[in-house]
């Protein structure tokens, strides 16, 4: 398992948002170099879409070849297929319908209007995922080469909420959460083991409003109180953020250069 968690540290969230997005594309070309093909979880929220729109404004964009990227996502929000609301759509919005993704390799997870509720969706996105388990992997989903996260306010990572039971789970990949604390309350989400099963952790934060939960997160809190101090990579785990977002965080953590 990985060791303590890097820091980066930007000026600002738009700074943040395009060097992020030029570290994902460094990421993605080198695994299609060593293997083939390249692997990445999406996420959503404010973060998660303006990496995706950083992407899809950089020049360098043109490096990634994308009909060989499989894209999955570490939540949704139990919406219609189209609602403005779903990552999904968002995701499309950002970057997606801009660039020649193979459809085949993209994997929305399923929408409300589909023929499942929500715990049996959840299951049939947990099939997929283990369909694309390669032996390699060990696991009952890939081996993601870069899993990206939203850090919300209260230390949630992708729909998994302080104290919930979903971010109890350790033996599902994913998981039908209901009651969520945020709208709409009905979700389905990677768990931590699912998320722990990727080679790199990427968790995004940027804002004041975030600079409480990355401060908790990164001071030894446990994973049910905080989620996101539960999220970490096989080989990485890289907290991505702003200075406003790293504001609170102890003098020990804090890098000693603001790039």
Do not use: C
């Amino acid at each position: 398992m990985t060791g303590a968690p890097q820091l980066v540290v930007h000026r600002d969230k738009e700074l943040m948002a395009r060097a992020a997005a030029a570290r994902l594309i460094t990421k993605i070309v080198d695994a299609q170099s060593a293997k083939g093909y390249a692997s990445v979880v999406l996420t959503g929220g404010r973060n998660g879409n303006g990496l995706l729109a950083a992407l899809a404004a950089s020049p360098a964009r043109d490096a990634v070849d994308w009909s060989r990227l499989d894209l999955w996502w570490g939540d949704e929000r139990f919406l219609p297929d189209g609602d403005a609301e779903r990552n999904y759509t968002q995701a499309r919005a950002a970057l997606l319908d801009s660039v020649p993704v193979n459809p085949a390799r993209v994997h929305p997870m399923p929408a409300s209007d589909g023929p499942y509720e929500v715990d049996a969706a959840a299951e049939v996105y947990a099939a997929e995922l283990a369909a694309a388990a390669r032996p390699e992997d060990h696991g009952q989903v890939p081996a993601f080469d870069v899993l990206m996260l939203g850090v919300g306010p209260d230390t949630h990572v992708a729909s998994l909420f302080p104290e919930h039971p979903a971010v109890r789970e350790t033996e599902r990949s994913v998981v039908g959460v209901h009651g969520a604390p945020k709208p709409p309350p009905t979700r389905i989400s990677l768990t931590l083991p699912a998320i722990r099963a990727a080679r790199e952790v990427w968790l995004l934060a940027a804002g004041e409003d975030k600079a409480g939960a990355a401060a908790i997160a990164l001071s030894g809190a446990g994973e049910v109180q905080a989620p996101a101090a539960g999220a970490r990579g096989r080989s990485r785990t890289l907290w991505l953020l702003d200075a406003a977002a790293a504001s609170q965080l102890p003098p020990e953590l804090y890098p000693p250069a603001v790039a």
